[in-house]
């Protein structure tokens, strides 16, 4: 992998369900489009206030919420129930980054996302 561009997108977590986005990984080789081979990185997502604050209130790493495909280049991640809703409603920054074998990272995603309370009681 020599490039990976973070994406920016709208986020929102809703409060009462879990969370989850997921997407796939792509490169072109010789004009090819290929799934980028995710076998042997790590993955971690934090969401904080803002980017320098001190504590994460969610904090999901690969096989703990984040689950990496391997050589399908997918990268799903999934916030439970419980985990959602013990976070307040609030706008926070969101990064999420991959680490490779050789302990390359890249960031995957950096940005704001709103964290809504659920009208469903």
Do not use: C
């Amino acid at each position: 992998m020599t490039v990976v561009v973070p994406t920016t997108f709208s986020l929102v977590m809703a409060g009462g369900v879990d969370w989850q986005i997921g997407f796939t990984l792509f490169q072109i080789v010789d004009g090819v489009k290929e799934p980028i081979d995710l076998t042997g990185y790590t993955a971690k997502l934090q969401m904080r206030l803002a980017y320098d604050s001190p504590d994460a209130v969610l904090t999901l790493t690969d096989g703990a919420g984040i689950t990496l495909g391997g050589a399908a280049g997918t990268v799903l991640v999934h916030a439970t129930y419980e985990q959602v809703n013990a976070i307040p409603a609030e706008t926070y920054e969101i990064g999420l980054q991959i680490m490779s074998s050789g302990e390359v990272k890249y960031s995957l995603l950096e940005q704001q996302i709103d964290k809504l309370e659920t009208a469903v009681q």
